[in-house]
């Protein structure tokens, strides 16, 4: 039954480029915080070492601005707390308002702050600061060690911000583009040893493997938990989803026989350059241009090639936004993302939902703890608030790694090194050379594909709490078994709420999210809805925000659905592999959406003749039903046939034509008419996967 799992762990941890640098980077900086932190006795050094391993380190500016981010949300959750309890510590019942209002606030950040830094320091920063105000001590104790708790989020912050500066890469490109451009080169060398009649070598084999196995999730965070303008996050997302394609479907062709005729040869020799072309400029931050494949020449004996074709030639279209109108500006292409709420924080109900659920799961700890008078497992309201950072989208597959990674980190690595470890150590030396030890493996498993990072993290977090806790070696079992406990409760009350009592199996999810985007998108279709620009701009962005966040959902969901079993599993499958194939078109449609969402909401230099405007809505609106009929089939219900988009489509072409100066075969509307032809191509390519 187990045996996948050699091959799935020296997958997923065989080094890769960069892989033992960054490991390195993040052992240094935990083990010097630790040595700060027991020097000179400082409590919460835990925390402090735990920022080592999440910091940003992108480049020098994203790590010098996570380094700035902590500092100020630790001001914020500081002055928050030492505030807001001066006007509920005489009053029980007003305290425990305040303590369930504070959780639901700091999941709600989770979930709507789209800086991922700001939402994990305010987290921690509730869960550690509520409980000190539990205690029955002076206010003055209690003022002290929330001002202790901040001290030792600066030394984290400070020391691995340093180490980051000086270790900082010298790497070309920034941390989209450059994987972008690894995985094209491989896909590359992958087709032109095919065009050349030559076998994958071993090297390119294992590379190609690899990507396929690691996937684009760490990219798609980094899109999600950047501050890019909107517009460049979404056409790279785009990009990032038809490259994760690419890698797939190259990596099931190294393990096909592959006869490739001369006609073949030469369509791959075509494809290997188009390839090239896009990575060149994609590094040289150009766009790429449109790309067309000849695909009438008959079947190819190489199997997968159309579809390669295909989506390669998709890549240029995510561009589509950018390249409707050349050299000008809309002031929807000048506007940044926010720089602390999501578009749709107030507008998207899945983070209510979110919020309500994690609110829940912590206050029950937070109940059963004090209701036992049990101090040592408050480490389970922690717990539940960490574990939330990777329950977006949660699965199985993230429970598994939760408990498995509070059983090696809290049981085998925490208890364990109480018991035979150190008892025989009697120097912070002695101690370090464990912490390195511990944190190394840790890191080497957080730096995995996203099937296994989270593991490594609650192995850290685990150990960290057990031993990091107070300012000398901890061997008493008693705080240990305290500390696993309540990690343990919390994670079964994360399990209770998100799994069994407010969740669904992933392939349902996955089902029900995938036909949400869909209608999603026939909304989008239908916007703007307002006259008003200001108005019609910001539902837009909220929209906008929203189909991007679902999109990166249903990748998640899609992962969880192998690690689900039973008598419908070949169906789920099934589902799953129909749901990845339509991915990267709705992701391209969604793109032109964009586009030419300026024509409908007439920006300056978009606007449209009137004629042009009543067809271009006619057409939208066929969109919109053909979108609406989609989702209605996915779900099995029955639909009439909307009237068709061809049709609608060419009646917008002639209304364009119509408005071309004589003699001539361009005018000013065409990049609207190239526009509704791809969306229309977009939708048919859809509809054929549906």
């Not at 590359?188 to 690899?210: L, P």
């Not at 989208?393 to 429970?399: D, L, M, P, Y």
């Not at 990049?671 to 939708?683: P, T």
Request: contains cysteine; charged residues 20%; hydrophobic residues 50%.
């Amino acid at each position: 039954m187990l045996d996948w799992l050699p091959d799935f762990l020296r997958e997923e941890l065989s080094p890769y480029p960069g892989r033992v640098a960054l490991v390195f980077r993040m052992v240094v900086a935990a083990t010097l915080i630790t040595i700060v932190g027991m020097t000179f006795r400082i409590p919460y050094t835990f925390q402090g070492a735990i920022y080592a391993l999440m910091i940003s380190r992108e480049s020098r500016q994203a790590t010098l601005k996570s380094a700035g981010t902590i500092l100020l949300v630790t001001g914020i959750g500081a002055a928050y707390l030492l505030i807001f309890v001066s006007f509920v510590i005489n009053s029980p019942l007003l305290h425990f308002v305040w303590v369930i209002g504070s959780l639901f606030l700091a999941f709600y950040a989770i979930s709507a702050l789209t800086n991922y830094t700001a939402a994990v320091i305010f987290a921690i920063m509730i869960s550690l600061g509520v409980p000190l105000w539990d205690r029955i001590l002076p206010s003055e104790t209690n003022v002290e060690d929330t001002l202790w708790l901040c001290l030792a989020v600066v030394i984290g912050v400070v020391i691995t911000a340093a180490v980051e500066l000086v270790f900082e890469r010298q790497r070309p490109g920034d941390d989209v583009v450059k994987p972008i451009s690894e995985r094209l080169s491989a896909i590359e060398r992958v087709i032109t040893r095919y065009a050349e009649g030559s076998h994958i070598d071993a090297a390119t084999n294992e590379q190609i493997m690899q990507f396929a196995m690691r996937g684009t999730s760490l990219l798609r965070r980094i899109l999600r938990r950047s501050d890019y303008p909107i517009q460049y996050s979404v056409e790279m997302g785009v990009v990032t989803a038809l490259v994760g394609r690419l890698v797939d479907l190259a990596a099931t062709l190294t393990q096909l026989r592959v006869e490739a005729s001369a006609r073949d040869q030469k369509r791959l020799r075509n494809l290997a350059s188009a390839l090239a072309n896009i990575r060149n400029e994609l590094l040289n931050r150009r766009i790429p241009g449109p790309l067309q494949f000849n695909t009438d020449e008959g079947p190819a004996n190489v199997p997968l090639l159309r579809e390669i074709e295909h989506t390669v030639s998709l890549i240029p279209q995510a561009f589509a936004a950018s390249r409707s109108i050349p050299d000008s500006l809309s002031l929807v292409d000048d506007i940044q993302r926010p720089s602390l709420l999501a578009s749709d924080a107030f507008a998207n109900p899945d983070h209510l939902r979110f919020a309500l659920k994690g609110c829940l799961a912590a206050s029950i700890c937070y109940v059963i703890y004090n209701a036992m008078e049990w101090p040592g497992i408050g480490t389970a309201v922690t717990t539940c608030l960490l574990t939330a950072l990777s329950t977006i989208g949660s699965s199985h597959q993230k429970q598994i790694l939760r408990i498995l990674g509070a059983l090696v980190g809290g049981v085998v690595l925490g208890m364990g090194s109480q018991i035979f470890i150190l008892p025989h150590l009697d120097s912070i030396g002695g101690f370090v050379l464990l912490f390195i030890a511990v944190t190394a493996l840790a890191a080497w498993f957080m730096t995995s594909s996203p099937r296994l990072s989270y593991f490594g993290m609650q192995i850290a977090v685990a150990f960290y709490l057990i031993n990091l806790s107070e300012f000398r070696m901890q061997t008493s079992l008693e705080v240990a078994r305290d500390r696993v406990v309540g990690i343990l409760l919390g994670l079964f009350a994360m399990w209770l709420i998100f799994d069994q009592l407010w969740g669904m199996p992933a392939a349902r999810e996955l089902k029900e999210a995938f036909i949400s985007n869909l209608r999603l998108l026939a909304q989008f279709a239908r916007e703007p809805v307002s006259k008003d620009l200001k108005a019609a701009t910001a539902r837009r962005f909220a929209l906008g925000e929203t189909i991007n966040t679902n999109l990166d959902k249903v990748r998640a969901l899609a992962d969880g659905v192998l690690l689900e079993f039973g008598h419908s599993r070949t169906r789920d499958l099934a589902l799953r592999s129909l749901i990845r194939r339509a991915q990267p078109q709705m992701r391209v449609l969604f793109i032109m959406q964009i586009a030419e969402w300026k024509y409908r909401a007439q920006l300056p230099g978009f606007e449209l003749p009137e004629a042009i405007a009543v067809e271009q809505r006619q057409f939208n609106d066929r969109l919109a039903e053909s979108l609406d009929a989609m989702a209605d089939q996915v779900e099995g219900q029955s639909t009439g046939a909307p009237q068709t988009l061809q049709e609608a489509r060419a009646r917008l072409e002639r209304t364009i034509q119509g408005y071309r100066p004589k003699g001539t075969s361009e005018g000013s509307f065409d990049a609207l008419l190239l526009l509704g032809r791809k969306i229309e191509s977009s939708i048919l390519s859809l509809a054929n996967e549906i």
